[in-house]
């Protein structure tokens, strides 16, 4: 489970488009998906963490930045 959660969590990170500084916070983000994925043995949890944790990234955005 470590292994598995431990690359997929770097893989996660890579593919982001942030830049190598972000990895740390994304692989982290990754790491709970997994462990989320691997807990309930479903993929949905995962997915909606993601969605709500984008959204929320979302509104912050245009919250503090504006349109």
């Given at each position: 489970?470590?292994?598995?959660?431990?690359?997929?969590?770097?893989?996660?990170?890579?593919?982001?488009?942030?830049?190598?500084?972000?990895w740390?916070?994304?692989?982290?983000?990754?790491?709970?998906?997994?462990?989320?994925?691997?807990?309930?043995?479903?993929?949905?949890?995962?997915?909606?963490?993601?969605?709500?944790?984008?959204?929320?990234?979302?509104?912050?955005?245009?919250?503090?930045?504006?349109?």
């Open positions: 489970v470590f292994g598995g959660v431990f690359f997929s969590s770097l893989l996660f990170a890579m593919v982001h488009p942030t830049g190598v500084p972000a740390p916070a994304l692989a982290a983000i990754g790491a709970m998906a997994a462990l989320l994925t691997f807990q309930t043995r479903s993929l949905v949890p995962s997915i909606v963490m993601h969605a709500v944790h984008n959204g929320t990234l979302l509104v912050l955005n245009f919250l503090l930045f504006g349109s």
